[in-house]
């Protein structure tokens, strides 16, 4: 609903500007407003931040929540007719044909409303202690609106950078999945979280509804990769991919949901719809960089970490190739040996291999990641 609608209803008309500022931030985060509405809102905020939110207020942001994750959702792919795995079984249809009314339940705290009210009233570099935290376990609802937020304001550096400090984004594996260049390091290994409590139940689901928008965000990451001119943050970006990418399909293959992977495979189906150099991933390195010889190799090599995950899902593919009908695990074994051959898996991974022979002709094996 636009604003002019709200007001036509009574909505903004009973709420006051710093609310109405809530309001709009809360719906470009969701994809629903526009960004010229929100985005003064986050640069300027208001100079008079109230201690409490009016019931009307608190309605209308309630409603938008509920609402608004639901057709995100719906549009970043749960529409789709599509195949998942639920205990070793085959389910399909649209997400909510293979689901339950309380599996696809949305539960939000207080402390998502706390966030809004933060990024309303509070400039990044005054209050960063303000932002609301918490010890206690995020609801689902509370992490996808966490990397909707991140999503949002990944244009504002100085939001971002304070964002990385807090748990709440730093710790959110959906935040990861979508975004993982955003967490690199200068020094160290980046602190990947856990994907475990993703695999089942309600997170579960918003993998599988987001399938299509993972697809197009890891293209997006691979096809900019070209772009990337600095030796330095190339390593230190291919490393946070490479952790996130470890630590997922570690994840998908102890606990059997290999279908949340299937984004991987169909990204590389469409990078690898023609044969490429490694010149597509690392073309845009200046070579006068001063370097050791031993880490510009180094560096070109992590640069293709999504193009090594083909022989992760290649040996899933081979496993499944060995499981017999009365085996626990035959119906996850002939889903995937679907999926690896209508997204056409065995040219991808012969690509894939040319690709990664000339930035490592020598070696015979290779760390799966």
């Known amino acids: 609903m636009s604003d002019a609608r709200l007001a036509e209803s009574g909505g903004l008309k009973q709420i006051g500007l710093f609310e109405a500022g809530m309001l709009r931030v809360l719906r470009y985060m969701l994809h629903q407003g526009p960004p010229d509405r929100a985005l003064p809102v986050l640069d300027n905020r208001f100079p008079v931040v109230p201690d409490r939110l009016s019931e009307n207020a608190l309605h209308l942001l309630r409603d938008s929540l509920r609402k608004g994750c639901v057709l995100y959702l719906v549009r ?5 007719r599509e195949k998942a795995l639920r205990n070793g079984e085959v389910v399909e249809g649209r997400l909510w044909e293979r689901s339950t009314a309380d599996e696809l339940k949305l539960v939000f705290s207080r402390r998502v409303l706390d966030l809004l009210w933060w990024l309303t009233g509070f400039r990044p570099g005054e209050h960063p202690n303000r932002i609301p935290t918490t010890r206690d376990e995020p609801s689902t609802g509370d992490e996808l609106l966490r990397m909707l937020v991140w999503e949002g304001c990944r244009g504002k550096p100085e939001l971002l950078k304070v964002f990385r400090t807090q748990e709440m984004f730093a710790a959110n594996p959906l935040c990861w999945l979508m975004f993982p260049e955003d967490f690199a390091v200068a020094e160290g290994e980046p602190n990947c979280p856990d994907f475990s409590s993703w695999m089942s139940g309600p997170r579960s689901l918003i993998l599988e509804a987001m399938q299509t928008r993972l697809e197009e965000r890891w293209v997006q990451l691979e096809r900019s990769r ?3 001119t600095d030796w330095v943050q190339m390593n230190q970006q291919s490393r946070a991919v490479a952790a996130t ?3 997922f399909l570690d994840a ?7 279908d949340l992977a299937r984004f991987l495979l169909r990204t590389l189906r469409r990078i690898f719809s023609t044969e490429l150099s490694p010149n597509f991933w690392i073309g845009g390195l200046i070579s006068t960089t001063p370097m050791r010889m031993a880490d510009r190799i180094e560096t070109q090599r992590a640069a293709l970490c999504t193009v090594r995950a083909v022989r992760r899902m290649h040996r899933w593919e081979q496993t499944s190739r060995s499981r017999g009908f009365y085996d626990e695990e035959y119906r996850a074994a002939k889903y995937w040996l ?5 997204h056409d898996g065995d040219t991808t991974l012969t690509r894939c291999e040319a690709v990664l022979q000339q930035i490592e002709p020598f070696r015979n094996t290779d760390p799966v990641v």
């Open 245 to 247: 990418l470890s630590q």
């Open 338 to 342: 679907g999926e690896w051959e209508r």
């Open 76 to 80: 970043a792919g749960g529409w789709k």
């Open 252 to 258: 998908c293959e102890r606990s059997g949901r290999v």
């Open 226 to 228: 070209g772009q990337q």
